[in-house]
């Protein structure tokens, strides 16, 4: 699947499987809007959040393994100088 450069902002996804068995990469998520979005018992292994927005985002008892996290933001910038971070990630393997 290819959510990139998507607006899912505020989206919420339960029991959800982004990658298919046998699959060799996830899911696309790259340069999406995933601010304050929610992830909930999803199977994302290999997913690509590579350059993606993910301020508040949340991942509750989700399998991560594999995924890619590379130049993803989780900060908020109010100032030159003052950034605000923030994600919850409880129960997931990374």
């Known amino acids: 699947c290819d959510f990139s450069?998507?607006?899912?902002?505020d989206a919420s996804f339960e029991d959800c499987s982004f990658i298919e068995s046998g699959a060799v990469?996830?899911?696309?998520?790259?340069?999406?809007?995933?601010?304050?979005a929610s992830f909930k018992a999803?199977?994302?292994s290999l997913a690509n959040?590579?350059?993606?927005?993910?301020?508040?985002?949340e991942f509750r008892e989700c399998d991560l393994k594999g995924a890619n996290f590379?130049?993803?933001?989780?900060?908020?910038?109010?100032?030159?100088?003052?950034?605000?971070?923030s994600a919850y990630i409880s129960g997931c393997n990374l």
Do not use: P
């Not at 990469?25 to 304050?36: K, M, N, P, T, V």
């Not at 989780?74 to 605000?84: G, P, T």
């Open 42 to 44: 999803c199977r994302l």
């Open 70 to 85: 590379s130049r993803a933001r989780f900060y908020n910038q109010v100032s030159h100088k003052m950034y605000f971070c």
């Open 49 to 57: 959040f590579s350059g993606a927005n993910c301020f508040g985002i």
């Open 5 to 9: 450069h998507c607006q899912l902002q």
């Open 25 to 36: 990469e996830g899911c696309h998520f790259s340069y999406a809007d995933l601010r304050d």
